[in-house]
């Protein structure tokens, strides 16, 4: 089974080198200095894993590539450049780490809706200034049929992927598990790049673990007006939160941000890396695309309608 990762930021790297190591056929799709930096010195890993792989790379812009996996991990604004630059051979089936609940949309255009596998990473790390990764969380990464039902492909791929050392695995509820990692990763997006914490800390925050709550309870609200729902698999007991009163669900909050605090006390969300870093930022595909989605749906999402809007300020100000 070969692989194709697109994307050499953290979370590709991480993927990418994993795969190597283990002796799974791979190749990371990366661009300029990054691309040049992994070319004459391979992939380095601290944290959770700390080895240096070496890694063959794809520029974009490659025609008849080779694969059978492809696994997206650019940011969301760069998805459609970066797949539009690239021609596979064959049909490889594609799957999205990204954050958000349009990316399998995206994916069906270029693959064919047959072509495409939901997933959702609680698989995290930051690009360091000297090139190498800090692998900061391994907690799961569930992929499956978008349409439900466990079949031999997501099985096989999940097996790679775990047996190279990624937490990942094959679930017959996908749709519900991204809709649940949406309901985790917007609020605490939204909150790490209005507070500029690392992610334990805004957890375990009494007044931000509220607030927290209220953005969680929104999406899950979105969430089931499309048709999906939400588990308490993989960190956040989402659907725990959003049963509870807002003070019940603060103090499941609290908790799980004392348990981070101990299990991964650096990591920082990957929009907050990118607004330290002075780039940009997936405001509009996180937190704008639930607002529309609210307004369509006839859902109010007021704490995250704010949130939207604070952050928008910090979004439209990147560093070229």
Known sequence: MRFVVIGAGALGSI?????ARAGTPVALVARGRRAEHIEA????????????QSVPVIRPGAKDIAADVV?????????????ESLAFVGRPVALSLQNGVLKNEELARKFGPDGVLGAAASVAGELLADGTVRFTMNERLPLGEPAGGLSPRAREIAGALADAGIAAEAVDNIRDVEWTKYAAFLPM???GILTR????RNLSDPGVSLAIVRMMREVVALARASGADVEDKGGFPVARIAAASPEEGA???REFGALLETRAPQHRVSALQDLLRGGRLEVDAILGHAVRL????GVAVPAIE?????ASVLAGNPKE
């Not at 993927?15 to 795969?19: G, S």
């Not at 010195?41 to 240096?52: K, Q, S």
């Not at 609210?294 to 749906?297: I, P």
């Open 15 to 19: 993927v990418a080198a994993h795969l």
């Open 41 to 52: 010195h391979g992939v380095g890993l601290v944290g959770l894993a700390e080895f240096r």
């Open 71 to 83: 696994i997206q991990c650019v940011k969301t604004y760069d998805s459609e450049q970066a797949l």
């Open 189 to 191: 997006m939204a909150a």
């Open 197 to 200: 914490q690392e992610t334990w």
């Open 251 to 253: 103090a499941l909050v």
């Open 294 to 297: 609210g307004q369509r749906l």
């Open 306 to 310: 704010t949130s939207h809007q604070l």
